[in-house]
């Protein structure tokens, strides 16, 4: 692969290209934030004919109807909340036997920008004053190019308020580390302090004041408009594909916007089945699921009754749907470490570019069962998918992820599942260029099942 230029962009006859790989990579170069996310998809779905309908509005839903549609965008709908979460569903037809949904967030662990952020360090820098979102390797974030993101809320002509999304869409900030000479020991393992240490630079003393005015002009409102943001750092290094025969990509936030992309493709591609198709993206994932657009809400459970009211049927038709329903809930696994071996369990050790992970924890971190992990077997099966088993060490606890968790409001089989990948929740991580049309794949087949 001599002569490749420096974004090893893949080309169509390599072994290991698949066209899902160089589109979902292109989302998540768009995506910076939750709420790109959110923007991005729902841009998507509205030029596949779906209909977007408002939590605060009274819902018209239309089924298929013989598989012939009542009108041009019946039975395809989405729905958001806090612009940070979607429920995206298609409905074939009003007696429908249960729900088929894929759930996977759309956070990532980042640093937030508190309220009045620039601190000034006299005569020399002005910084910002950033907070951890979620649970990140604070060593990755330094000495990158880095940029903000999120959204905005303003004061319209009306004087009410709207929300505007904005991307400073430059290298803008750096977080410098500090040099050896200065910290000898450094090489030794640091203990990094959030408000010490990982404050990033955004310029030099005649920097005061500004911030504001470069979010503002990067978003085309006016500074003294902004009543509200919520804006996240991000790494502005962009994805690339690599190794010896291109079977590796290296990006931002592939956990979880790698499950999100995969999974909403074969969402959009799958053929109507006798079930209604959902596909959810929850936000606040990383930290906790508790809030009012997690998975913890009741933003699922709202969005299922509805469905079933709207369309005439009972409170007993919603709960025998509920019983026969099912859920895969899509989250990245941890690959096995080519330099740290040993902290993979001794058998089940997923691999990149092996097939989808299947993730199992006695203590329920995990919502597999044999029920589940039995039916998700099949899918993959009919699918020509391979897949792969994920445990933790018996002696080192993992992490968890939304399954058992939107089962607290929607109590389905689930199966817990991912693609492997390495560095998880760095700012640039790693995973296998052929795992997306597995994961692609196995989630069109489900949804047809």
Known sequence: MAGKKANNKLEKNSSLYTDITGRMLDFIDESPTCFHVVANLKKRLLSEGYVELKESEEWKLNPLTNGKKTS????????????????????PRKDFKGFYMIASHSDSPSFKIKENPEMEVPGAYVKLNVEKYGGMLCAEWFDRPLSVAGRLIIRDKKNTVSSRLVNVD???????????????????GYKYNAQKDMLPIFGDADAKDKFFEVVADAAGVKKEDILGHDLFLYNRVKPTVWGASMEYIGSSRLDNQECVYTTFEGFLNAADSDNVAVHCVFDNEEVGSGTKQGAASTFLK????????????????YFTAVAQS?????????????????????????VMNKGVVIKYNANQKYTTDAVSAANFKLMCEKAGVPY??????????????LGNISTTQV?????????????????????????????AAVSKVFYES
């Open 302 to 317: 709202d969005t299922l009754t509805r469905i079933n009211d709207c369309l005439g049927r009972t409170a007993e038709q």
């Open 411 to 439: 109590a389905v089989n689930t199966v817990d599942i991912g693609l492997a990948q390495l560095a998880m929740h760095s700012p640039y991580e790693t995973a296998g260029s052929l795992d997306p049309q597995y994961l």
């Open 170 to 188: 430059r290298d803008l900030l750096m977080l410098p580390a500090l040099a050896i000479h200065m910290n000898r020991e450094a090489n030794d």
């Open 326 to 350: 099912f859920m895969i809930s899509a989250d990245n696994a941890h690959a096995v470490h080519p330099n740290n071996t040993d902290k993979a369990d001794p058998v089940n050790r997923p």
């Open 388 to 401: 792969q088993s994920f445990t933790n060490r018996s002696d080192m606890p993992g992490g968890s992820t």
């Open 72 to 91: 041009p965008k019946a039975g395809k709908y989405f729905v958001t909340r806090n612009d940070s979460s979607i429920i995206s569903f298609r409905i």
